[in-house]
């Protein structure tokens, strides 16, 4: 009887593991795999398991943030540059797609954007993205909206989002309205204490840099036989997209500087200040209608450099542009604007000088740069010689910043440029400055012939 009763217990014990072995194969197979994103089905029988993987991620996500509510488009530059091709037919087609084309493309990451004052972070939301298998982390840092001469806040907001499921992740891009009236978005900096190993952070295309971005117009199209929102023109956004780098105004290092020397806050200086703003305002409008692409130069590029203002005893505002970049129109497109030309030096092949008058004795000043093969210059024309002056800078990139309100380009290279410019003392303050001669990086360039003065040297 024992020998029975074991033999039972055995039997019995042998058929409870097998049951609780296929219990966990049904779980595992049906539950923890959806949940984690470890196994999908296919979508559609062309794609692979991995391809359907990352359209699946997408239709989570897009999920996830449906139900809570918060409006995202795709910025994906992968994505958008395969919709821009098909922008025509994505905008007609309403029905369903035969196969995955776009969001089964072998990537690790799907991007998408968020404008920060459409929502307000909730933990609710990272609960239910737990509950649907998505891990995440948030990336913070400091807000440069409320840096200024009087205050580093230090506050910090939320610059970017990492979904994660299965083998593909979500990065969510925060971005947030400046006063200059753009988008702007931060870059990703992880802390000491995060797993850099969570994804390929190396592969974000946000990020490494912060950028700056126009207001875009957005359009909802069917992707894939996903709903999503995306740029309007994807193609003129891939283009600012590869043109965005930002660079901040230094407030801590400018700081720095009034503590040697005291900022000028007389009257004349005030008012001045006033005027060149709304000059650098007028002009950035002119030439931004026209599609010339421009930058601070000189005196004003050293005042947002040095000091984030404008230079008071300056006395003009110094705008620099390629010669490329030069459009016939831009005369009487500043004189409509009501600023009359005051002079042109030079001519398109050599030298080009625009000088314009604004308000009462406050000039704005362009300047045209040539490009060699291993630097840049500008001219300088000294009217009653006619002797020619070159200006020679290192290669330079365009980047954005913000100045005085305003959303504009300044060389990314700023130290190099302002150094060959004005120097290495180029922190101290010089009030006598002879165009000629003071400049580091000034070369005498010949003298135009006289033949040629009538057109070379205009003055009115």
């Known amino acids: 009887m024992q020998k029975i009763n074991k033999n039972v217990v055995l039997a019995l014990l042998s058929l409870t593991s097998l049951v609780f072995l296929l219990f966990q194969l049904y779980y595992y197979k049906f539950y923890l795999s959806q949940k984690n994103g470890t196994v999908f089905s296919k979508v559609r029988g062309s794609q ?5 993987t990352r359209w699946h991620v997408v239709r989570k996500f897009l999920g996830l943030i449906s139900s809570h509510n918060i409006p995202v488009y795709l910025i994906d530059p992968l994505i958008l540059g395969l919709v821009d091709k098909d922008i025509e037919q994505i905008r007609s087609s309403g029905g369903p797609s035969p196969e995955c084309k776009y969001f089964c493309v072998p990537r690790d990451f799907t991007t998408f954007a968020l404008l920060d004052k459409t929502w307000k972070p909730e933990m609710g939301l990272f609960r239910t993205a737990e509950k649907m298998g998505f891990q995440w982390l948030k990336i913070i840092n400091k807000d440069p909206r409320l840096d200024g001469m009087d205050d580093l806040s230090g506050i910090e907001i939320p610059l970017h989002y990492i ?3 299965a083998s593909h992740a979500i990065h969510l891009v925060v971005f947030y309205e400046r006063s200059g009236n ?3 978005h931060g870059s990703l900096r992880l802390k000491q204490h995060m797993d850099r190993k969570f994804v390929p952070f190396r592969k974000l295309h946000f990020g490494r840099y912060p950028g700056a ?3 875009p117009e957005l359009l909802l199209v069917s992707i894939d036989d996903l709903k999503v929102q995306i740029p309007k023109n994807p193609s003129s956004f891939l283009e600012e997209m590869s043109h965005s780098r930002f660079l901040e105004c230094r407030y801590r290092e400018a700081r720095a500087f009034f503590q040697l020397y005291p900022d000028d806050a007389s ?3 005030v008012e001045f200040r006033k005027k060149a703003k709304s000059l650098l305002h007028l002009a950035a409008l002119t030439l931004n209608n026209l599609g010339v692409k421009f930058w601070l130069s000189s ?3 050293l005042g947002w450099y040095r000091q984030c203002n404008v230079i008071p005893h300056s006395k003009d505002v110094d705008l620099g542009v390629f010669i490329r970049d030069y459009k016939a129109d831009i005369i009487p497109a500043f004189q409509k604007a009501g600023l009359p030309l005051k002079h042109k030096f030079g001519k398109v092949e050599d030298s080009l000088e625009l000088s314009f008058q604004g308000e009462d004795d406050v000039k704005l000043d ?7 093969d291993d630097h840049i210059w500008n001219g300088g024309t000294q009217a009653k010689s006619g002797k020619k002056f070159k200006y020679l800078f290192p290669k330079f990139t365009l980047c954005w910043t913000e100045f005085v309100e305003l959303k504009v380009h300044v060389p990314c290279e700023t130290l190099q440029y302002v150094e060959a410019n004005y120097g290495p003392d180029w922190k101290v303050p010089v009030k006598t400055w002879d165009w000629k001669s003071s400049p580091s990086n000034v070369q005498y360039n010949g ?8 057109d070379v040297i205009q003055i009115y």
Not at 366 to 372: G, L, N, R, S, V
């Open 48 to 52: 692979s398991g991995e391809d359907s």
């Open 163 to 165: 979904f994660k499921l």
């Open 182 to 184: 753009y988008l702007w």
């Open 213 to 215: 971005y126009e207001k």
């Open 267 to 269: 009257l004349d200086a």
């Open 299 to 301: 005196g004003t590029c």
């Open 366 to 372: 362009i300047f045209f740069f040539y490009e060699e």
């Open 447 to 454: 003298v135009w012939p006289v033949d040629e003065w009538d």
